[in-house]
C-alpha cells in the first residue's frame, strides 16, 4: 500500500471509522454512496469493535508481494489466521485473529479489536498499524 | 492536587519459562530462577511493538466514564483550546476525555522509528485531535516515568488541561545472553489532570548521574551492559538516594506507606533495595510483577504502580521509584483517593493479562522475536 493511500485510510484502519447514511445504513469501510438507498452526504461512525467470527482460514503460506516490497509482518506470522468478522453494528471485514492458535479458533467465536501492526515496508519502509481482532 | 485520573495497562498474551531457555544454553534453571527471582516472562507478538503497546494501555485508560465534566477542569487556561477539537470531523470520539488531552509522552527504548513519534500513533489511536503536543522520551528503564513528570508539569503550568503519559517497551536481549531470562514486553499509561485525581501526586523528584551501566549504541539490536556493574553504582545508588531524598521533602518514613513499588530489572534487586531503604515484603507485594512477566523495561515500574491502583483503597499511600539506567531513578509519592473506587469496577486489570497466557518453546519464541524467519 502506497504511504498516501495508507494515511488516507488511518481513520478507517486505526479506529474502525466507517461512515452512516441518514437512511441508517451503516458502512465498513467508509463509502461515498450509501449502498441501501443509494443517497451521498455520508457521516462517519465509529464502529465499537466487538463482533464474531463468520469464518476464518489458515494461511500457511508466506506472503508475496506483487509491488515487490517487504511485507515482514506477515511473512514472518505464518501460520496465521484471517477471518470475516461480523460487527455487532452489523457490517463484516476482513481481518487478522491474533492471540489466538489457529486449530483453537471457532465459528462464532467472540472477538474484540486490537490495534496492531499490518506491514513493515522493509527496514526502511513505514510501519503501517490498525485493526485485527482476538478472542474475547 | 493534580494526580493520575485514569491509568491502562498491558502485557502480551505469550510467555517463555526459565526452564526453556536455560535448557537451550546448558544452564541449570534452578540456579538461574534462584539468582534473578524470576518464573517466566512476557514475549510480543510479531505484530506487537512500543507504539501498539501504548495505544492499548492508552485505550483502556480512557475506556472509563471520568470525570463527570472535564471540560470544567481548566480547559480555559491551556494552551491548546479544546473548542477546536469539537469541529473535528469525526462524528464520534473513543471517549469524551480524549478530546481533553493536549500532551502525550511516550517512554520507550523501542520505539518503532528512529525518527517518527510514537506519540502521533498512539494519539491519532485513541481519537484526541489534532490540539495537541508530543515527543518521545528515552531514558532506559525509566523513560516512562520521565514522561509522566513532564505531563504532571504540563498540568501543573495549566499548559494541558489532561496529559497521557507511560511507558512501553519490546525489550531486546541477545540469545545467550543473561538478559534473555528476563527482557520482556508489555506498558502503562496514565491520565495526568490538576482535578479528579483518583491518586494525588503529593511530591516527585529525581536523582540522575552519567553512569553507564547498560546502553544500546545507535543502529545496534542489542543492548550492552557492564554486568556486574549494573548492581551497586547504578540502581541501588540511585534507587536508594532518590527513594531517600523524596522521603525527605514529603516528610515520610516507611511506615508511612501502604505499597510501594521499585524498578524491577529482576527480582532480586527491588528486593535488596527494599531491605536497605526498610520496606517490608508487603508493602512491596502489589508492586512486585517481575517474577511472573519478566522486566518489561519503561513499563516495569508503572506496571507495578498500574496493579497497585487495581487494587489500592483510598487514602492508601504508595511510594513508586523508577531507575533508567545512565542512569537515573524518578521518585514519587502518591496518595490514593476516594475517586478510585467508581474507576477501579470499570479499568481492565492488569491481572486479567496476566493471568490468560500462552507458553512457546525457544524457536517459537525465536520466531516472536524475530531472530529466525520462514524462508
Request: with cysteine; charged share 20%; proline share 7%.
Amino acid at each position: 500500500m502506497a504511504v498516501p493511500k495508507f494515511w488516507r485510510q488511518i481513520p478507517a484502519l486505526y479506529n474502525l471509522e466507517g461512515s452512516v447514511c441518514g437512511c441508517g445504513a451503516l458502512a465498513f469501510p467508509p463509502r461515498e454512496v450509501c449502498p441501501k438507498c443509494h443517497a451521498v452526504g455520508l457521516k462517519p461512525h465509529r464502529f465499537r469493535g466487538k463482533g464474531t467470527v463468520e469464518t476464518f482460514t489458515i494461511i500457511r503460506t508466506p506472503t508475496t508481494d506483487p509491488e515487490g516490497e517487504n511485507i515482514e509482518v506477515p511473512a514472518r506470522s505464518i501460520p496465521y489466521v484471517m477471518g470475516i468478522i461480523r460487527l455487532e453494528e452489523g457490517p463484516r471485514l476482513t481481518a487478522q485473529i491474533v492471540d489466538a492458535r489457529p486449530e483453537d479458533v471457532r465459528i462464532g467465536d467472540r472477538v474484540e479489536l486490537v490495534f496492531r501492526k499490518l506491514l513493515e515496508k522493509g527496514p526502511k519502509g513505514v510501519i503501517q498499524y490498525g485493526y485485527k481482532f482476538r478472542p474475547v | 492536587m493534580a494526580g493520575i485520573i485514569s491509568w491502562g495497562s498491558y502485557v502480551p498474551r505469550y510467555r517463555i519459562k526459565v526452564e526453556e531457555i536455560a535448557s537451550v544454553w546448558g544452564m541449570d534453571p534452578e540456579k538461574v530462577k534462584a539468582g534473578l527471582r524470576i518464573q517466566e516472562k512476557a514475549v510480543p507478538d510479531i505484530d506487537e511493538d512500543a507504539a501498539t503497546i501504548a495505544v492499548e494501555c492508552a485505550r483502556n485508560a480512557l475506556a472509563v466514564d471520568v470525570p463527570s465534566d472535564p471540560a470544567s477542569a481548566d480547559s480555559s487556561s491551556s494552551s491548546f483550546p479544546s473548542s477546536s477539537v469539537s469541529s473535528s470531523s469525526s462524528s464520534s470520539l473513543p471517549s469524551p476525555l480524549a478530546e481533553h488531552i493536549h500532551a502525550i509522552y511516550i517512554g520507550s527504548e523501542s520505539h518503532p522509528y528512529a525518527v517518527k513519534p510514537t506519540g502521533t500513533i498512539v494519539g491519532e489511536a485513541i481519537g484526541v485531535g489534532n490540539d495537541y503536543t508530543t515527543a518521545d522520551f528515552e531514558f532506559a528503564c525509566k523513560a516512562g516515568t520521565a514522561a509522566m513528570q513532564a505531563a504532571l508539569a504540563m498540568v501543573r503550568s495549566g499548559m494541558a488541561t489532561f496529559a497521557l503519559a507511560g511507558g512501553a517497551d519490546t525489550a531486546q536481549a541477545a540469545p545467550g545472553d543473561p538478559l534473555e531470562y528476563t527482557a520482556a514486553a508489555g506498558g502503562a499509561v496514565f491520565i495526568i489532570g490538576k482535578d479528579h485525581a483518583v491518586a494525588e501526586i503529593n511530591h516527585t523528584l529525581s536523582f540522575t548521574s552519567d553512569t553507564p551501566d547498560f546502553w544500546r549504541r545507535a543502529h545496534e539490536r542489542y543492548p550492552s551492559h557492564g554486568g556486574p556493574f549494573t548492581g551497586e553504582p547504578a540502581y541501588f545508588r540511585h534507587v536508594i538516594a532518590s527513594t531517600k531524598k523524596l522521603m525527605h521533602v514529603a516528610g515520610t518514613t516507611p511506615s508511612d506507606y501502604d505499597h510501594v513499588v521499585l524498578h524491577q530489572p529482576n527480582g532480586k534487586f527491588p528486593a535488596r533495595a527494599a531491605a536497605r531503604l526498610g520496606f517490608t515484603r508487603e508493602q512491596m507485594a502489589l508492586g512486585m510483577l517481575v517474577p511472573l512477566i519478566g522486566n518489561t523495561y519503561s513499563g516495569a515500574a508503572i506496571l507495578g504502580l498500574a496493579n497497585v491502583l487495581d487494587n489500592a483503597r483510598p487514602g492508601q499511600r504508595v511510594l513508586l521509584t523508577s531507575y533508567g539506567s545512565g542512569a537515573g531513578s524518578d521518585s514519587f509519592d502518591i496518595t490514593i483517593t476516594d475517586r478510585i473506587v467508581p474507576v477501579q469496577k470499570q479499568i481492565r486489570p492488569l491481572q486479567s493479562y496476566i493471568g490468560r497466557k500462552t507458553y512457546l518453546d525457544y524457536p517459537a519464541y525465536l520466531q516472536k522475536v524475530r531472530a529466525i524467519q520462514h524462508t
